[in-house]
């Protein structure tokens, strides 16, 4: 009998005892290694060309944080927004309107793998007015009838490209050609990548 009281008492001791009963220290909250990046800057150029000769010239400068890794799944955007908003007619009468938004959306990131050249990422949107048509304020009206007054609805253009580039510092490149099929404007993007010293 004396052995069978002993036990209870004993499992107690040995559980107040074991590593398991004792206070257990909290596991320290995993540090992010620190990941050094090289500072670029990044230029976008917009040439656009009208029968050979450029009418229009559009540069766009971004600063780039490119991390020091072999590719760009971690690095971090920077973006670019700038435009205007235009009124579109959408109803019966010219108090019916709405606005869109044109102008250039670019998204880039950029990483440095450490073999001379920067991997490159760029994704851009450019819109803007060029002219305007005659919109009938009557759904039966022709857009000619004189009776009938008319909206003045501006003509929208769009272009849009992704590039995924490999850039050595100070190298220019063109990126992405493109014609207008109606205007036949011929839009032309040059990049060039440069490191902050």
Do not use: C
């Not at 019916?96 to 073999?115: E, F, L, S």
């Not at 022709?142 to 580039?165: K, M, N, Y």
């Amino acid at each position: 009998m004396k052995n069978w009281r002993t036990y209870p008492a004993l499992l107690l001791a040995l559980s107040i005892l074991s590593p398991a009963g004792l206070a257990q220290e909290k596991p320290k909250a995993e540090e992010k290694p620190h990941v050094e990046s090289t500072a670029v800057k990044v230029q976008l150029v917009f040439n656009e060309t009208d029968g050979g000769k450029t009418v229009k010239s559009l540069p766009y400068t971004l600063q780039l944080s490119a991390l020091n890794a072999p590719d760009l799944v971690h690095s971090g955007w920077t973006k670019l927004r700038m435009g205007s908003k235009v009124p579109i007619y959408i109803g019966a009468s010219t108090s019916q309107v709405q606005y869109q938004d044109v102008g250039t959306n670019i998204d880039a990131r950029a990483a440095n793998p450490g073999d001379g050249r920067f991997l490159l990422y760029i994704s851009f949107e450019r819109s803007w007015v060029e002219g305007e048509v005659a919109v009938p304020m009557s759904k039966d009206a022709s857009a000619t009838d004189s009776s009938v007054g008319h909206f003045r609805e501006p003509i929208i253009r769009q272009f849009r490209s992704e590039l995924d580039l490999k850039l050595r510092d100070g190298q220019t490149v063109e990126g992405t050609t493109a014609t207008d099929p109606l205007s036949g404007k011929v839009i032309k993007v040059e990049v060039t990548l440069t490191a902050v010293k």
